[in-house]
Nanobody, 124 residues
């Protein structure tokens, strides 16, 4: 079992930056693919970023590519999401997720463990 705890959300003006962090419990963190998703009110959960076990491979949707960067520190059991040039449409609850298979996945159903989420609000 893996427990994930997100932090770093908050209120930021459009064009600003924010860094989210996710800390995982468990000894097998370094073998998991990690992902970030977000969900705005009335919308489906949306893929934001994913990173493989070593950190050598990442993937992003076009909506955040070039603005968001995912990274991980296996020694500290953490994964981070650096967000810059934020837009009001980035407003959502952001979730950290872990996938036991170690394969890069962009769909939520492939992830086995989820954090409780952290709110990000971007004002115009």
């Amino acid at each position: 079992q893996v427990q994930l705890v997100e932090s770093g959300g908050g209120l930021v003006q459009a064009g600003g930056s924010l860094r989210l962090s996710c800390t995982a419990s468990g000894r097998t963190f370094s073998t998991y693919t990690m992902g970030w998703f977000r969900q705005a009110p009335g919308k489906e959960r949306e893929f934001v970023a994913t990173i493989n076990w070593s950190g050598g491979h990442t993937d992003y949707p076009d909506s955040v590519k070039g603005r968001f960067t995912i990274s991980r520190d296996n020694a500290k059991n953490t994964v981070a999401l650096q967000m810059s040039s934020l837009k009001p449409e980035d407003t959502a609850v952001y979730y950290c997720a872990a996938d036991r298979t170690g394969v890069l996945h962009t769909t939520a159903r492939n992830y086995d463990y989820w954090g409780q989420g952290t709110q990000v609000t971007v004002s115009s």
